[in-house]
């Protein structure tokens, strides 16, 4: 490759056609069942494609663990669960208007089917938004590893579905994860998802005109800059606290945890653009997590496996025991002053359990037993069941959305 962005954006798009056709040969685990030698020839053909790239981007330390990881899987056998731990640690997230590319198994958190940790790769360019400093102003965020980023290329995980994210911990690897060290959000996708998924159905299920609706046909940059600010803002309460996540990551990825703890900073970034007009994008951001939180994560096909649905619905029961949402004759109507009111009250229960309980075993049984008043237990692999009046949250749904809620199911 002699260095064109072109050449650059070739390669890519030929890599991420192989990996497609690796993907589909392996098994939920990562494994191929049924590995054979065009399987091996498949993989060093990709990773030695894959060289050209990372040597572009001069990120010798990623290729190197790439090719370790690689070989260590092909020796041991292609039929075994891949472990990309060496890789995993290798990637460096791009700095601002940087390109960064990962090549590497990893589980594509609400991606199309098929699911599972399977070989995936993208090329992306960080992209944040001037606001972000101005908020930094005030709201500064020293420990902020989270990277906005405007997905060029990627295979069929990250490319199609809803998958927005890439975390370390969403690599397979033996060790686990301790410290996250990168954030990747895809929120060039953001915009679709959201028109699609969120505001149809929301002006189905919450009638009389109460749907939110600042979130609604906004241009491409301006979504794109929102969300990002959502995102710092999120984080930035991820980092604040008792329990700060960068401290407590597997604790926090406990599924009964992790539900409150994602329901927790969310509702304080609400809390926050209600509360300060400093904050860039207060009414499309308050709408959007709305929307997202109530409206999409709970429609989803595999809602009850899917940990973002669970917020979801956690959520909706939340507001409708305090009058945030109400239900009439002619549907739910939701009452946006009531429901901040309720996510104030959310956020004081929260902390009060955060300062209360004083280990990592008590916060989850805590947090279990926190969950379970609103979400009931399911059966098999279900992580809760629908009660009827959670159910009003699937309703009038159409044929167009249902063929788009397609989420991974194999979240925590």
């Not at 669960?81 to 990893?106: M, N, W, Y």
């Not at 098929?114 to 992209?127: I, N, S, Y």
Request: hydrophobic fraction near 40%; charged fraction near 25%; glycine fraction near 6%.
């Amino acid at each position: 490759m002699s260095g064109t962005q072109s050449e650059l954006y070739e390669a890519v798009h030929e890599i991420t056609g192989l990996v497609d056709r690796f993907r589909l040969r392996q098994e939920r685990d990562g494994s191929i069942a049924n590995a054979c030698s065009d399987d091996a020839n498949l993989l060093r053909t990709i990773v030695q494609r894959a060289s050209d790239v990372l040597l572009h981007l001069r990120s010798e330390r990623q290729l190197e663990a790439l090719r370790s990881d690689v070989a260590t899987w092909i020796a041991a056998g292609l039929n075994t669960a891949p472990d990309f731990g060496a890789t995993r640690e290798a990637f460096v997230p791009p700095d601002r208007d940087q390109l960064a590319f990962f090549l590497g198994c990893a589980l594509t958190t609400n991606g199309a089917p098929p699911v599972g940790r399977r070989l995936e790769c993208f090329l992306v360019r960080r992209q944040e938004p001037r606001e972000i400093d101005d908020l930094a102003a005030f709201y500064p965020h020293p420990k902020n590893n989270c990277q906005s980023v405007i997905l060029l290329h990627g295979s069929a995980g990250f490319r199609l579905g809803n998958c927005l994210v890439f975390f370390p911990e969403n690599v397979p690897s033996s060790r686990p994860v301790y410290s996250q060290s990168y954030a990747l959000f895809f929120f060039s996708k953001f915009r679709r998802i959201h028109e699609e998924m969120a505001i149809p159905p929301a002006t189905r299920i919450l009638v009389n005109g109460t749907a939110p609706s600042a979130s609604a046909g906004l241009q491409p940059d301006r979504c794109y800059n929102a969300r990002s600010v959502w995102g710092y803002l999120h984080d930035y309460y991820h980092h604040q606290g008792r329990w700060p996540l960068d401290e407590n990551v597997a604790l926090k990825t406990n599924w009964f945890v992790g539900l409150l703890e994602e329901t927790k900073v969310d509702a304080k970034t609400v809390i926050v653009a209600v509360d300060d007009d400093r904050v860039p994008f207060r009414e499309e951001q308050i709408d959007m997590i709305l929307l997202e939180r109530l409206i999409r994560y709970p429609r989803s096909r595999a809602a009850t496996r899917n940990f973002d649905a669970g917020t979801g619905v956690f959520l909706y029961s939340w507001f409708r025991e305090r009058g945030g949402i109400e239900l009439t004759p002619s549907g739910l109507i939701f009452d946006r002053g009531a429901a901040v009111a309720a996510l104030r009250e959310y956020v004081h229960e929260i902390e009060e359990l955060e300062g209360r309980v004083t280990d990592a075993d008590m916060y989850k049984t805590e947090a279990k037993s926190f969950v379970r008043r609103y979400l009931s237990e399911g059966e098999n692999r279900d992580r809760f069941a629908f009660s009827a009046d959670q159910l009003l949250l699937l309703s009038r749904r159409s044929v167009a959305e249902d063929q788009l809620l397609a989420f991974d199911d194999t979240q925590r």
